[in-house]
């Protein structure tokens, strides 16, 4: 199981940035696949996740900004980030996990891909 996670930069606030999550060695079918974030100094949270049956859930926090999708095909997965903030500046993370609940969880994800920076200037 490999997650490479790509896409990050540095963007002014209320810009958009698409992150990519590339998946090798497993099928998107068998895995959830989250987005995490770690600001500096904070822990690591839960952005979003989409599930094996391909249910998406995003935290409050990014809900109507953030979008999590997959394309299965190309064994992809998707952050759609739109209306950025300075607080969600970040290293992101994709992590995969075979439990088929939109669970943001960091400790159910054993599988990690390496971050991806964001930087939202105000």
């Known amino acids: 199981v490999q997650l490479q996670a790509s896409g990050g930069g540095l963007v002014q606030a209320g810009g958009s940035l698409r992150l990519s999550c590339e998946a090798s060695?497993?099928?998107?079918?068998?895995?959830?696949i989250g987005w995490f974030r770690q600001a500096p100094g904070k822990e690591r949270e839960g952005v979003a996740c989409?599930?094996?049956?391909?249910?998406?859930y995003a935290v409050d926090s990014v809900e109507g900004r953030f979008t999590i999708s997959r394309d299965t095909d190309k064994n992809m997965v998707y952050l759609q980030m739109n209306s950025l903030k300075p607080e969600d500046t970040g290293v992101y993370y994709c992590?995969?996990?075979?439990?088929?609940?939109?669970?943001?969880?960091?400790?159910?994800?054993?599988?990690w891909g390496q971050g991806t920076l964001v930087t939202v200037s105000s």
């Open positions: 992590a995969a996990t075979t439990r088929n609940t939109a669970t943001m969880t960091t400790h159910l994800y054993p599988y």
């Open positions: 060695g497993f099928s998107l079918y068998s895995y959830t």
């Open positions: 989409i599930s094996r049956g391909g249910s998406a």
